[in-house]
Structures are given as structure tokens and as C-alpha cells.
């Protein structure tokens, strides 16, 4: 641990008692101690004798005596450091702090002064408050005697923190609630979008942003209840709940408190929010675990609904079924990643005048250990939930490579999600393939319905692509987020229509509209066209009049395990 000059801190988290500080960090120059709040009561280190002087240091046996040998203005106490981690702590966990001041020690012929570096750590009763402080002091070689210090006390970051304290904390709840009968709320209060800010603001403003938010929510508290951090951006608030139960009225007046103005940082206001979700235990959860599951299951209820609101936990809004679901599917899919079960199929995709194949997609089919095999419309969206589309990405385009090397006839297409085009491995395999000339049959189709964040960013990617000898493809146009001038911008070679719009077209005036827009635009790029769902030969003529440059769908066929061959 450093502090903000970079120097080396002793670490004191771990530590739970005055000889755990004096054993390990304990030297000559230096004397641990642990200070005692509600009696007041300073114990000292063997150490703190040769420190201080023998008749000093019997005379510092209280936190309230030995602040009276501080020198005024030389820095800031303990109190204040105490004050300082109350603020920034939260109950059940511990809090650091790292504080310089100088005292004054009486001696025969007058007075020294010694300034002194004094790290401590706060620890934290069940309801908030300090119980107790263990800390370090040595001198301070480098400092000053006597030098004013302007800044606070600063607090270390607390590498304790995290769930397992609150959890702590709602199984104390729990028990007591059991014994009592007394019911109680629980609130997981998240700061909504914390990714886009981090994007946007930057990692340091979004600190403040949290920080700011933590201190709201603290001052929301009444006496009694705790608050205790849930992960990076949320924290779980344990209520006391009145013989009415008013649970909901109580988390919309803090919800709506805390979001009563945007959080200001050093830079200036942020727009930024929280929304919470929330439940009454034990009656709707028993243990920590599923406290922890329904409240993230209120909070997701939530912000669906509309974010900066809340929502009580509802039987019907239960995911466990759900959650088990996916997680088993995700799980088939990295199995059958391991175990080789991913193939490819292939559809042709004909030229529109003479129905020559021009190329065929590569379409990703996953098989079951049962002998069903999934297509990418099933597959797909699990994954892109679990983060997995980057292995399949992968896997689809070694195989892609693989079919290409063995048929040297043959030009395919691959799909692959925007952010995958900064997958470091995917990447790398394109680039293996440079020189032996399979780039050259190959188109990579972009997915237009994922959204393109940095046009600017997928550009460059896209010229990347064209310099090792890609053809480059955006999916699905129609039904995402990419606009004309987003078309214009990114210099693609193919444009696919999205079927919704091809297969009704003749008996949709708008789709028919839409679809020879599209033609008629792209071809003004320089862009060729593939219309997919193509099911008739109608559908097709008219496609062929507006110029579209290749058809995809029924009417030239369906996919399958070979290339069809005409």
C-alpha cells in the first residue's frame, strides 16, 4: 500500500490486535498502540517507553491526554482522523488512515518537539460507530518540526471492503430477527450505468461520483441502522421497519433524497443516478444468500421498469429459475467449445442477375451432447449475456480459415459482434492468414444490430481488415443502430438487408419503400447489396430491377453442412 506521494504504508487491515502491529511492524524508531473509544483508554507497545521516555509515556495513558501534548496547528489529530474514517467506513468492515502532526514532550531543561507519522486503522461496531483504533507511530525524519498541514487526514483506500462484512452483518440481522421477531428491510441501492461513466467522466471523477452518493446514502440512516458495500457501485442498506412496515415509502423517500440533485465533483456536476431494489426479512428471504439473490432480483425489476426508481421484491419477479437456466446453457456452450461440437454451415448467397453462387455465410451450429444440434438463433444471445461471443467469434473463424485452405474455390463470409473486432486473438488469426492469400476470400460481416459506439474506432478496424485483404460486410442493416451517414463514414464493401424488411416487402408498401432506398443508396456508395430472406421468385425480380447485387434466403437455399456447388 502507498500513500499519495507514492511512499510505502504500512498495511494495518489485517491486523486485529496490538501485539498482531507491535510483532510485525514494531522497531525501535516506532511504538503501536490501541485506543479504546468508549472508555477513552491508550495502551502502548513495549516500544513506546524507549520512544517517548519513560516518564512520558506513563502519563499517556488516554486518548484524551495524549492529544494535549500535540502541538497546535502541526497537523491533524486523531479525533479528526476518526471523524474522517467514520465518514468514509462502513459498519462491519475496518478503515486506514495516515496522518502527520508534531507533539511537544516535557524533558528536565524545557521541551522537544518530534514530528511523527501515525497510521492507524479504525474498526467498526455492528452499528456503525468506532469501536476501536490500533496504529503506528514513528518520526518523522523527513517532515519539518512543527510545519502546518493544510490537508485532511488522509484515508487509505480499504482493501477489507467488499460483501462478505455486509453479509456479516444481514446474518446478524437475521438471528436477531429470529430471536426478536422483529421483521426489517434490506435495500440494494445501485449507481445506475457505472460502465458509461467510467467511459465518459473517467475512473477518478466516477470515484467521486461513488463516493458522493456513499455519503448521501450514510445520512439517509436512522439510528440503529447500518449500511454496508455490495460491490463497486452499490451498497446494501439494513432498516428498521415500524409496526406499519412502511418499507416502500421509506425507500422512495431515499431513492428520491439521493437523487434530488446531481452529485458534484471537483470538474463540476455529473449525470448520474441511483435506483434500488428492495425486500422485508426474514419473510421474503431467510438467509444472506437469498437476501443477496431477491434484492438484485427487485433492483434488475427496477431499472427495467425506469431508472432512479425502485421496486419491492415479488415472488413473480424470482430469476432463480432463470439464473440456473442460463448458467447451465452458458455451460453447455463452453463444453461443446472444449469438446469440438461447434461446426459450421454454409448458405449460398447468389449473384441476383444470374443466380452464380457468389459466396456462402458461415453460419455457427452448436451440438448437444444429446445429438441436437442449436443454430446461431439460439445460441447467440445466451452468450452474448455470459461474454462468450468472443470464443465463439473465434472458433467460427478458425474453422472459417480451415474450409477455406482446403477448397480453394471457395469465398466465405463470418459474422463477429463490433467489440470482437478488438479481440486480441481473433485478431491475430486474421493477421496469421495475411500471406497465404485466404483473406482474400474472405468477407467479414459486422452485426449491425449490436451497437456501433466509436464509428471512428470501427473504421480504422475496418481498414485494418481491407489491408490484409478482407471484404468487409455489415449485417442485418436495418433493424440496428448504424446510421446512413454512419454507412457513408465506415467505407464498406457489402451491405446486408435485414430480411424482416425483404420477405414481406411485396405485400408491405413501406417495406418496399424501405428495402429499394436501401438499393438505390447503397449502389450511389458504390456498395453492393445482399437481400436476404429471399423465399420467391417475385420477390426476387423486383430485387433484381432495383439492382440489388446478391440474394440470400429460401430461393437460392437453406444452409447446410457443405457448400452447395452449381
Not at 519513560?54 to 479528526?80: M, N
Amino acid at each position: 500500500m502507498s500513500d499519495a506521494a507514492g511512499a510505502t504504508v504500512p498495511d494495518l487491515g489485517g491486523m486485529a490486535t496490538l501485539n498482531d502491529i507491535a510483532c510485525a511492524h514494531g522497531t525501535a524508531g516506532s511504538a503501536a498502540y490501541e485506543w479504546r473509544l468508549a472508555d477513552d483508554r491508550l495502551q502502548w507497545s513495549d516500544s513506546a517507553a524507549a520512544f517517548f521516555g519513560p516518564e512520558v509515556h506513563h502519563a499517556l495513558a488516554s486518548g484524551r491526554s495524549y492529544a494535549q501534548i500535540i502541538v497546535p496547528g502541526s497537523g491533524r489529530g486523531r479525533e479528526e482522523a476518526v471523524e474522517a474514517c467514520l465518514s468514509a467506513g462502513l459498519a462491519g468492515e475496518s478503515q486506514q488512515f495516515n496522518i502527520g502532526y508534531t507533539i511537544r514532550l516535557p524533558e528536565r531543561d524545557g521541551f522537544r518537539e518530534l514530528r511523527l507519522i501515525d497510521r492507524g486503522v479504525c474498526h467498526f461496531d455492528g452499528r456503525g460507530r468506532v469501536e476501536r483504533v490500533l496504529g503506528l507511530i514513528q518520526a518523522d525524519e523527513a517532515g519539518a518540526t512543527g510545519r502546518p498541514a493544510s490537508e485532511d487526514a488522509q484515508i487509505l483506500p480499504n482493501a477489507g471492503s467488499g460483501r462478505r462484512p455486509l453479509a456479516m452483518l444481514v446474518k446478524d440481522w437475521l438471528d436477531r430477527a429470529e430471536r426478536t421477531g422483529e421483521a426489517f428491510g434490506v435495500a440494494l441501492v445501485g449507481i445506475d450505468d457505472l460502465p458509461r461513466l467510467n467511459d465518459i467522466y473517467g475512473f477518478g471523477a466516477v470515484d467521486e461520483v461513488v463516493e458522493t452518493f456513499r455519503r448521501r446514502l450514510r445520512a439517509e440512516l436512522a439510528e440503529g441502522e447500518v449500511m454496508g458495500r455490495f460491490s463497486v457501485g452499490s451498497f446494501g442498506l439494513l432498516l428498521r421497519l415500524g409496526s406499519g412496515g412502511e418499507l416502500a415509502d421509506r425507500v422512495r423517500a431515499i431513492v428520491d433524497t439521493v437523487n434530488a440533485r446531481p452529485p458534484r465533483i471537483e470538474r463540476g456536476a455529473v449525470a448520474a443516478g441511483v435506483t434500488a431494489g428492495a425486500l422485508t426479512a426474514p419473510s421474503q428471504a431467510a438467509t444472506p444468500a437469498e437476501v443477496f439473490r431477491r434484492v438484485q432480483d427487485a433492483l434488475y425489476h427496477a431499472r427495467h421498469g425506469s431508472r432512479g426508481s425502485f421496486a419491492i421484491f415479488d415472488p413473480a419477479i424470482d430469476r432463480a429459475g432463470e439464473h440456473l437456466a442460463n448458467l447451465q446453457f452458458a455451460g453447455n456452450i463452453v463444453r461443446a467449445l472444449d469438446e469440438g461440437r461447434v461446426t459450421l454451415a454454409y448458405q449460398p448467397v447468389a449473384v441476383a442477375r444470374d443466380r452464380s453462387i457468389a459466396f456462402h455465410e458461415a453460419l455457427v451450429r452448436v451440438q448437444g451432447r444429446d445429438g441436437y444440434v442449436l443454430d446461431g438463433a439460439a445460441v447467440i444471445p445466451t452468450a452474448e449475456r455470459f461474454g462468450l461471443t468472443g470464443l465463439i467469434d473465434r472458433r467460427t473463424l478458425q474453422l472459417a480459415f480451415e474450409a477455406l485452405a482446403a477448397d480453394p474455390q471457395l469465398t466465405l463470409s463470418v459474422n463477429v459482434s463490433p467489440t470482437n473486432l478488438d479481440d486480441g486473438g481473433w485478431t491475430s488469426l486474421v493477421e496469421s492468414h495475411a500471406g497465404d492469400g485466404l483473406c482474400r476470400r474472405l468477407i467479414v460481416e459486422i452485426t449491425e444490430s449490436a451497437r456501433l459506439v466509436d464509428i471512428a474506432h470501427v473504421r480504422r478496424r475496418i481498414e485494418h481488415l481491407h489491408g490484409l485483404g478482407c471484404r468487409v460486410a455489415i449485417d442485418d442493416f436495418g433493424i440496428g443502430y448504424t446510421s446512413f451517414r454512419s454507412l457513408r463514414e465506415l467505407k464498406v464493401d457489402i451491405l446486408k438487408i435485414d430480411g424482416s424488411f425483404v420477405s414481406g416487402m411485396l405485400q408491405s408498401e413501406a417495406d418496399r419503400h424501405f428495402v429499394r432506398a436501401l438499393v438505390e443508396l447503397a449502389a450511389n456508395l458504390g456498395v453492393g447489396t445482399v437481400a436476404e430472406w429471399v423465399l420467391d421468385e417475385p420477390t426476387a425480380g423486383q430485387l433484381v430491377e432495383w439492382g440489388c447485387t446478391y440474394l440470400q434466403g429460401g430461393l437460392i437455399g437453406l444452409a447446410a453442412p457443405q457448400p452447395l456447388r452449381r
